[in-house]
């Protein structure tokens, strides 16, 4: 594969210019250094000394790190805090008119919101939801368009102490529906539509769809904003008007006084089964990890203007968006749209109109925009940039020394920052004004996370060889258990084979001779589709309970814009389609697939056997799959393989 041998090669350094390495936060790999120095030699007190340097405490903590019951790690347990509190309270005394949030809409009206105004908004609707009975511990879901009021949804739960669960707005009414059922949620934040490239996006109609469905008994409440004039077309008596729930609420609201291990938020992510696992987050050392992640990382700057493209739906998107920026007290772009609309000029034209400082976006949208015009973001000002970031997915060096020239004109640092929504901060990043970059690595761990590449025994492998991703030592903001499911979350992640000891991230990796880090790819069946995770067996289930579907294989193959692309082996329960007719069912089940899960989750492509590539024990041999979908001759033995005459027939069927 052309991009994973351009990988291996790639091997320039850009160490940072002198004028960014001394005004940096952390200057220099002696800074970097000395932080990861007095990390290992007294772990719970750099931990503990961040966390009194960086996080506002009603309580403070005396406690650190307690490991009683590993895996189930407890930070900071005896302190108390707020996490709305941290995000804004904390700021208006000194900064309550510095623009919080610079909203950028989809037809681009843009709108400031200062700390103050932002804090009064989370109040008026925390306020609101008290008023509708939520209190501390409820579950409320967030399916909403980017935007303010996603923001204030989220930071309202966290300011009353209920647990958010966000959906992602493109994910279908059965999704939404499992994970309601699943949080056994009270409520239900959403909009009317949204609003997305010059098209409206149905929201409330989901919601609609995913209560009718059955198993969300639990649900009390339809919040709905109003965010364009179309009518809803059904309302209920559990429905309310945001705009109605808010208007006669005090602008103060007194803060749940939460404990540092109280659950923050739960976020649905794709695992190796087809069931989404619930991850779990605490108050304290979740907004630790953001915080210290946007001071060394982002190498915050109090006149920073930062963007950071992701929806809240994600991961990034709580960290990067909705809790780091605020607690640091940044100025922030939050832009409902999408990058080619009204053309491919809209992220340029936004650094630009907002001078933005720093951007963090995905390797897919880079790629994508490359190809719609490498030139064009030469045709605004992009000056006022200072530092680029990447995340989701490895990015290819053609791509990063794009970005790094033509975006960052030369003289931004990149910070290619690996991380997962288990992990709830960056984990392994350059530190902009230390850590010299190379186009492809994500470099070295933060300070105070001890990563390590190992084999099937746990053992570390040496430089070169690839090997399993694993953290040694818990972190503060580390995923605390799957909501519901305490077991799945040991076996997932911290699995007997390595005696509970070591956190196993799911991805491979191996270092090269400086000792940085090559994120190689997942190691379970898990796709990284345009920096989204999807489980392969999530796509299945769904492809089987289609009626005329038998049997379903999923696998990816690398795809020049998205990083991987779905490929979908498919038995029908009738005679193999030919001609339209494997057209028109192709159609059919990607239609489905969109149904059940969303659209994100659509096969690229689809393949129609009488059956699939088994072993004479019956197992799907899904590394033929692989080479299949790539298009690759098979040099494999086959010898086990119980029909072999299959393969010609998947070779030569895509659709
Ligand atoms: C992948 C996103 C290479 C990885 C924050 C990880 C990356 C999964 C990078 C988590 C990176 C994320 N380089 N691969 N910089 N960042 N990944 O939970 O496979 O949506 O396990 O969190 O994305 O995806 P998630």
């Known amino acids: ?216 008994e639990s649900i009390q409440h339809i919040v709905v904003f109003q965010r364009t004039q179309t009518a809803p077309a059904q309302w209920d008596a559990r429905n309310v008007w945001w705009h109605e729930l808010t208007a006669q609420q005090p602008t103060e609201c007194e803060p749940e006084w939460m404990n540092a291990e109280d659950p923050l938020f739960i976020l649905y992510t794709s695992g190796s089964t087809g069931k989404p696992k619930g991850i779990q987050h605490s ?51 939050v832009f409902e749209g999408i990058p080619t609309y009204p053309d491919a000029n809209r992220f340029w034209s936004m650094i630009a109109r907002h001078k933005v400082t720093t951007f963090y976006t995905a390797p897919t949208a880079i790629r994508s925009l490359i190809k719609l015009g490498a030139d064009l973001p030469g045709q605004h000002d992009l000056s006022s940039l200072r530092l680029l970031g990447t995340v989701g997915e490895p990015i290819n060096p053609e791509a990063w020394i794009w970005y790094h020239e033509v975006v960052g004109g030369g003289r931004c640092p990149i910070v290619d920052t690996w991380w997962q929504t288990e992990t709830g901060a ?84 191996h270092t090269d001779e400086n000792g940085y880090i090559w994120i190689m790819g997942r190691i379970d069946d898990v796709l990284n589709v345009s920096g989204h995770r999807l489980g392969t067996m999530e796509i299945e289930s769904a492809l089987v309970a289609n009626p005329l579907v038998a049997e379903a294989a999923v696998v990816g193959r690398p795809h020049e814009i998205k990083g991987e692309a779905v490929v979908a082996f498919v ?11 494997a057209k028109r069912i192709a159609r059919e089940l990607r239609e489905w697939v969109a149904h059940e899960i969303g659209k994100i989750a659509q096969p690229d492509e689809i393949r129609f056997g009488e059956n699939l590539p088994k072993t004479r024990s019956g197992k799907i041999m899904r590394r033929l799959l692989r080479v299949i979908a790539k298009g690759e001759e098979i040099t494999q033995d086959v010898s086990t393989l119980e029909n072999p005459a299959i393969l010609e027939q998947l070779r030569v069927s895509a659709l």
């Open 571 to 581: 038995v029908l329960k009738q005679n193999r389609p030919e001609g339209e007719d």
């Open 1 to 216: 594969m052309s991009t994973i041998d351009s990988v291996l090669k790639e091997n320039r350094l850009f160490p940072p210019s002198e004028d960014f390495r001394v005004k940096a936060n952390v200057s220099g790999m002696e800074g970097y250094n000395a932080l990861c120095e007095q990390a290992n030699n007294d772990y719970e007190g750099f931990w503990a000394d961040l966390g009194r340097e960086l996080v506002s405490w009603k309580q403070p903590f005396t406690k650190v790190l307690n490991s009683t019951e590993a895996p189930f790690y407890k930070w900071f347990e005896d302190g108390t805090l707020n996490v709305s509190y941290n995000c804004l309270d904390r700021h208006l005394a000194g900064s309550g008119d510095k623009p919080a949030i610079i909203f950028e809409a989809d037809d681009g009206t843009s709108t400031p919101v200062t700390y103050r105004e932002l804090h009064q908004r989370v109040c008026q609707f925390a306020n609101g939801l008290r008023s509708l009975g939520v209190k501390k511990g409820d579950r409320v879901v967030v399916y909403m368009p980017m935007g303010v009021e996603a923001v204030v949804a989220m930071q309202a739960c966290a300011r009353i102490g209920a647990i958010h669960s966000v959906v992602f707005g493109g994910f279908s009414a059965k999704s939404l529906q499992e994970r309601i059922g699943d949080a056994r949620a009270s409520l239900v934040i959403t909009a009317n539509e949204g609003l997305r490239g010059g098209k409206s996006v149905p929201l409330q109609a989901v919601v609609d769809d995913a209560l009718a469905l059955g198993g969300c």
């Open 283 to 333: 108050s304290g050392g979740y907004l630790l990890g953001t915080l210290v992640t946007m001071k060394w990382v982002f190498d915050y700057k109090p006149d920073d203007v930062f963007w950071c493209t992701a929806d809240v739906g994600w991961i990034t998107g709580h960290s990067y968006v909705c809790y780091g920026p605020l607690a640091i007290g940044a100025t922030q772009v």
């Open 426 to 509: 960056h984990m392994i990043a350059p530190l902009p004004g230390a850590v010299a970059t190379k186009p492809g690595s994500c470099t070295l761990p933060l300070p105070g996370i001890l990563a390590d590449i190992v084999d099937e025994s746990g053992a570390p492998v040496e430089p070169g060889k690839g090997g399993a991703l694993v953290i040694k030592k818990p972190w503060p903001s580390m995923v605390r258990t799957i909501w519901g499911d305490p077991d799945r979350f040991k076996k997932t992640y911290f699995p007997e084979e390595f005696n509970g000891q070591l956190y196993l991230a799911g991805d491979s990796a």
